[in-house]
């Protein structure tokens, strides 16, 4: 164990010292969040552990060991789903003890002139940030798939070889249909009589990846009643910056929606992502030192922001039009559950629409292993985790699974195609699943 030279270390290890310490020591050690981390489960070490990361936070903030070396490691083989937080009977704010253990890497290993992960920083600071650009991003991935170079790049061994992880995802991110994409700025009538005046959070990804999705979920929207606002100036969440130790990036970004969907006046924001909810939800942590009113228009931003699931339970849905074909299961996502503690809103639509040809899924609140960008930084770490929920999927005999985050569907698409179950079933975003019982095609 190398212990960091007092002169580069001090600022990120104070700066633990002060963010999570507290927070870390609440944990009173008793072990029952290890039943539920599936990073536990899958690799059978305490360090791989909830209580294992806490203790290792803990004496990296006491300079006990290294940060980097010691503490870094089992940080980044997180998957931060927060399934420990809710089975902690004390109530330790596990979230905060992560994202302070990551930010403290990214700063030391700034201080001590290491590289780290130069393309996902490069990627976080000049792509998602920057709504233009992904959308250039997302059309350029377009043109690949009409080409078919995709499947080209994507069936090379060399390149399967070099990039396992990309090759894999690559081939299953569905087609991107441009047209789709939400005009900004615009605001698109309720049909019938008028419940609520929404705004909707596109999210960067949905945006240049899913635009047929978020097409969808509006005219969901507008189906149920509600009048659909689209602020012009939205971003990122910042949900990715915050998980990858980028803070004081996510607060910029955090600052450029609340200026956004602050000029609308809608009573909810409405996103379609668990991930990018669960943010929203806690934007008010990234900007608690910002002072200037930051905090109180954070706390009334994350106070009107709800899934799409959660809005169409209280708006009530569409007329059903078309019961699915065959069963029906859901995936949850694990930030609606552990975060937004909103993990029945979907269930509760899916009983309405399937009947009796919902099944519920074995282990549903347990972790896809997609975590954000975690399959692609650990590949086989990830696939061991998704091989064996592929097994309690098969077991419900379902033709369609639900999703309602980006990551798990992506992650869901995948998981099919390795168990082998493609030509039986399909993964579907919650919002595709249920503008089909509306009979809503996607077309423009
Ligand atoms: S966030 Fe998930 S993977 Fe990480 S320690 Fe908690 S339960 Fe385990
Ligand atoms: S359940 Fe809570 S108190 Fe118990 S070991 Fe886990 S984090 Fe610590």
Redesign the pocket.
């Known amino acids: 164990m190398t212990l960091p030279a007092p002169s580069t270390a001090s600022t990120a290890v104070h700066r633990l010292r002060a963010e999570a310490r507290e927070a870390a020591n609440r944990c009173i050690q008793c072990g029952y969040?290890l039943p539920?981390?599936?990073?536990?489960h899958s690799m059978g070490k305490e360090t791989h552990?909830?209580r294992g990361?806490i203790n290792l936070v803990k004496a990296a903030a006491d300079g006990k060991i290294d940060l980097l070396d010691d503490m870094a490691p089992s940080l980044d083989l997180?998957?931060?789903?927060?399934?420990?937080e809710t089975a902690c009977p004390v109530g330790v704010p596990?979230g905060q003890i992560?994202e302070a253990g990551r930010a403290a890497t990214v700063r030391e290993t700034a201080a001590r002139g290491r590289s780290a992960g130069r393309l996902q920083t490069l990627a976080l600071k000049h792509l998602f940030p920057h709504p233009g650009r992904l959308r250039a991003a997302g059309r350029l991935v377009e043109a690949a798939q009409r080409l078919r170079l995709d499947r080209l790049v994507f069936a090379f061994p060399p390149a399967r070889e070099a990039a396992p992880a990309l090759t894999a995802l690559g081939r299953i991110v569905p087609s991107v249909e441009g047209r789709f994409r939400l005009p900004p700025g615009t605001r698109l009538p309720a049909e019938g009589e008028k419940k609520r005046t929404v705004a909707f959070f596109q999210g960067c990804v949905m945006d240049a990846v899913m635009p047929r999705i978020n097409w969808l979920t509006v005219e969901l929207l507008r189906k149920a009643g509600c009048e659909v606002v689209i602020p012009a100036g939205q971003t990122c969440c910042g949900a990715l910056h915050v998980h990858q130790g980028l803070p004081e990036a996510a607060a910029e970004l955090v600052k450029r929606n609340l200026d956004a969907f602050e000029e609308t006046g809608a009573e909810w924001i409405v996103n379609n992502a668990g991930g990018c909810g669960a943010m929203l939800r806690e934007c008010g942590h990234v900007l608690a030192d910002a002072g200037g009113g930051w905090p109180e228009r954070a706390a009334a931003f994350a106070a009107r922001s709800r899934d799409i699931s959660q809005v169409l339970v209280e708006t009530g849905l569409p007329p059903l039009v078309k019961r699915p074909e065959g069963l029906v299961t859901l995936q949850e996502s694990c930030h609606l559950r552990n975060v937004q503690k909103a993990a029945e809103a979907p269930v509760k639509l899916l009983r309405e629409t399937a009947g009796d040809r919902f099944r519920a899924l074995s282990g549903a609140s347990d972790?896809c292993a997609s975590g954000g960008i975690f399959n692609l930084l650990h590949f086989e770490e990830s696939m061991a985790i998704l091989d064996a929920k592929m097994a309690s999927v098969r077991q419900t005999a379902a033709v369609t699974v639900v999703t309602s985050n980006p990551g798990c569907h992506l992650q869901m698409r995948l998981g099919i195609r390795r168990a082998g179950l493609e030509d039986r079933c399909r993964a579907v975003h919650l919002v595709e699943y249920l503008a089909e019982c509306a009979g809503l095609t996607a077309e423009r």
């Open positions: 969040c539920v981390c599936p990073t536990y552990s909830p990361r997180c998957l931060g789903c927060r399934a420990c596990y992560l972790c």
